[in-house]
């Protein structure tokens, strides 16, 4: 998840031991000092003129030396073969793909969530979980009466997260609550999805009673599209007289039937009658996902000695070239 997907990356050196060669370096110095010293040398009288006339060889005479030794240096970080590893799970970084179906019917209104409205409350928790799995892919079904796409699969978060900001119950004009044309386009919006893992989460405070097609129909296509289905019931216990009123049927029934639905599709229903339980909800949720993609711990080395190697051989031939022409240095 752009970030199930769970990876750490380190640096590290397969074969530092060939480091203890760069402490040879200040005594082959030395001894390279004391061999020049005992070199035979040739007084030539009209040095001290001609560098008073500014023809004194100046620092640059050294650098294919520097050149020389910075060669050295890399070719001996080279053979201690430094990489940077990065450990993965081969499940996880696929990451799932997760449609929110989210209720705007007008009983979604209630300010019953210590003071905030369902919906509003509903909106918060789902900003957070959208935040919480950047690696993947999420879209926005709204429904009352009729269902729509607010937002189709995507990576882009943000957007994502400012369609969601803007949702209103006066987004449908349709009134009524179509849970199973909800699943449905959800269902067939994750129709395409390539990620082995599809999940859907139904937020609704009510009953099924409106819409052509059942909800157990629908969250039977789901789950034979392998969609998994999980159901949060807001305010599910403690607003009884609303799904009364809506469609006839009991608290207790509207309930059963949310539980059917993510029974029918390999889900969980959950009941959230305050923000702290919802926000709970959501946190089970993500447990769950990441348990179910926990996979085996893959391990990629992506080694950096060719470009260490590269550049020890770039240097070693400018500093070649540059010492047996323009630096030509007569001992």
Not at 169 to 180: E, N, P, R, V
Not at 225 to 244: A, C, F, L, S
Not at 245 to 273: N, T, V, W
Request: proline share 4%; charged share 25%.
């Amino acid at each position: 998840m752009q970030e199930l997907f769970s990876g750490t990356t380190s640096f590290e050196l397969a074969q530092p031991w060939w480091l203890f060669l760069l402490l040879l370096l200040p005594v082959l110095r030395r001894v390279e000092r004391r061999l020049e010293k005992s070199r035979k040398r040739m007084v030539f009288p009209g040095v001290g003129s001609l560098k008073a006339e500014g023809l004194a060889a100046g620092t640059w005479l050294s650098l294919p030396r520097w050149l020389t030794l910075a060669a050295v240096v890399l070719a001996l970080l080279a053979a201690a073969r430094p990489r940077v590893s990065l450990e993965s799970a081969d499940a996880s970084a696929r990451g799932i793909d997760i449609m929110l179906a989210l209720d705007i019917s007008d009983s979604m209104l209630e300010d019953d969530f210590n003071g905030t409205s369902r919906l509003d409350a509903a909106k918060s928790v789902a900003l957070r979980f959208i935040k919480a799995h950047r690696r993947d892919r999420i879209g926005l079904v709204l429904f009352r009466g009729k269902s729509f796409t607010q937002c189709p699969l995507t990576t882009d978060h943000d957007i994502l997260a400012m369609l969601l900001r803007e949702v209103s119950a006066d987004m449908i004009s349709d009134d009524g609550t179509a849970l199973g044309s909800a699943v449905l386009v959800a269902a067939n919006r994750l129709r395409a999805s390539v990620s082995g893992e599809k999940v859907m989460v139904l937020l609704t405070d009510g009953v099924n009673n409106s819409g052509e097609v059942g909800p157990l129909t629908a969250a039977g296509i789901a789950a034979d599209r392998g969609v998994r289905i999980y159901v949060v019931g807001i305010g599910t216990e403690g607003n009884p007289e609303m799904p009364e009123e809506a469609s006839g049927l009991s608290p207790e029934s509207g309930k059963e039937l949310l539980e059917r639905i993510a029974d029918r599709a390999g889900g969980r229903f959950f009941a959230a009658e305050d923000s702290d339980a919802l926000l709970e909800t959501f946190t089970e949720i993500e447990a769950l996902e990441r348990t179910r993609l926990d996979g085996p711990v893959r391990i990629e080395h992506r080694e950096l000695y060719p470009l260490l190697l590269l550049l020890a051989a770039f240097f070693l031939a400018t500093g070649l070239a540059a010492g047996n022409t323009r630096m030509l240095r007569i001992p």
